[in-house]
Nanobody, 122 residues
Framework: QVQLVESGGGLVQPGGSLRVSCAASGFTSGYHAIGWFRQAPGKEREGVSCISSSDGRTYYADSVKGRFTISRDNAKNTVYLQMNSLKPADTAVYYC???????????????WGQGTQVTVSS
């Protein structure tokens, strides 16, 4: 079965850095993209970043461009999201999701992890 497991969340001070991981397993042909989404209390889930395993292209939401970097380790079937210069507005539950290709809408992804909490606070 397809399984996505996030890890690495926690509490970090404003301006600090954190790296969250998404370990994927059980995939078959057709799932070539891992996206990161986040959901803050009272807000809709929003796309943060995505990486395509087929061509390596990456995508970022405007709110995180220049601060976040998505990467992958294909040997470990793991995707990382390096988050730098964190702001309190980045506080959310971060989810990874698998889809056929990178798209900004959450509805384009079929499988989801359970999420990892990222809290940016002093």
């Amino acid at each position: 079965q397809v399984q996505l497991v996030e890890s690495g969340g926690g509490l970090v001070q404003p301006g600090g850095s954190l790296r969250v991981s998404c370990a994927a397993s059980g995939f078959t042909s057709g799932y070539h993209a891992i996206g990161w989404f986040r959901q803050a209390p009272g807000k809709e889930r929003e796309g943060v970043s995505c990486i395509s395993s087929s061509d390596g292209r990456t995508y970022y939401a405007d709110s995180v461009k220049g601060r976040f970097t998505i990467s992958r380790d294909n040997a470990k079937n793991t995707v990382y999201l390096q988050m730098n210069s964190l702001k309190p507005a980045d506080t959310a539950v971060y989810y990874c999701a698998a889809g056929s290709s990178c798209r900004p809408a959450s509805t384009e992804y079929d499988y989801w992890g359970q999420g990892t909490q990222v809290t940016v606070s002093s």
